[in-house]
């Protein structure tokens, strides 16, 4: 099965796939409404457009706030403890979720090792019930997937940062994989590139993938300017793994590889001795 991930509603009914994700809000806070025909798809704790609001943001216990201005960051995060951002975030999903019941949360959790010491959460942790301080983020995140599950009557996708090794992901975002799995129908690995020339490490992350994961998990390539016999490449190795391929943000390269993989596998089909 193939699928794409775009901003752009009329490519969400181009007949070469099988299913659609439609961004209505994503990292840029640029937000429109949902759509019926696509699984509506929003950017949770990333959002550039909070960067003037000190206390929304994330900060590390040196006091530097997680925005894009900072090394290793794309985008400004928000703080996931936030009250009123969270509860707005809920909305935009049930919101979502009464459009078309499917629903793809992304960038969902904290943006890095060292974060969140704001006040905030600094007050939190000493205030509940755990010791730890990473089992006490992971409580964080897992609280508000299981709050976007209820939201949500049909199925609930989550995008995953694309590092499969025990531990990883918990340490770096909050998300524990394993807890947030009974909430979660599908998982949504992006293991992008800008031209996919070589794919043996592709091929390593997702078979991690799947040997990491019970739920089942789709592969999303970036398709944006990829060589089209490059990007088959990558689809082939992809698709050993995942349920399904999703093309992201370049829809008509995607539609041009998929035509070019049917032909391919058309020209190759045998039908006895000639």
């Not at 049930?94 to 499917?102: L, M, R």
């Amino acid at each position: 099965m193939y699928g794409v991930v775009t901003r752009n509603e009329e490519e969400t009914e181009w007949s070469e796939f099988d299913r659609a994700f439609y961004e209505v809000k994503d990292v840029t806070g640029r937000a429109v409404e949902p759509i019926e025909g696509a699984v509506n798809m929003v950017s949770c704790f990333g959002d550039n457009a909070v960067e003037s609001e000190e206390d929304l943001l994330a900060f590390d216990d040196e006091g530097t706030p997680a925005t894009r201005n900072q090394p290793y960051f794309d985008w400004t995060y928000v703080c996931p403890t936030h009250d009123r951002y969270r509860e707005g975030l809920l909305d935009i999903i049930e919101e979502a979720a009464a459009v078309n019941e499917d629903v793809r949360l992304d960038d969902v959790g904290f943006p890095r090792d060292e974060y969140c010491h704001c006040d905030r959460c600094e007050q939190r942790f000493a205030d509940s019930e755990f010791e730890d301080w990473s089992a006490w983020r992971s409580n964080v995140i897992t609280e508000f997937v299981a709050a976007a599950r209820d939201r949500v009557p049909g199925d609930l996708y989550l995008t995953l940062y694309p590092d499969p090794y025990p531990g990883h992901l918990e340490a770096r975002s909050g998300v524990a994989v394993d807890d947030i799995a009974e909430y979660v129908d599908e998982f949504v690995v992006p293991i992008y590139d800008m031209a996919y020339s070589t794919t043996y490490w592709l091929e390593i992350l997702a078979k991690g993938w799947q040997d990491r994961l019970s739920t089942p998990f789709s592969i999303e390539l970036y398709a944006v300017d990829v060589d089209v016999d490059d990007l088959s490449k990558a689809v082939e190795v992809a698709e050993e793994y995942a349920e399904t391929v999703l093309f992201g943000y370049d829809a008509s390269n995607a539609r041009a590889t998929i035509r070019r993989m049917n032909a391919d596998a058309r020209e190759g089909q045998s039908f006895g001795p000639e």
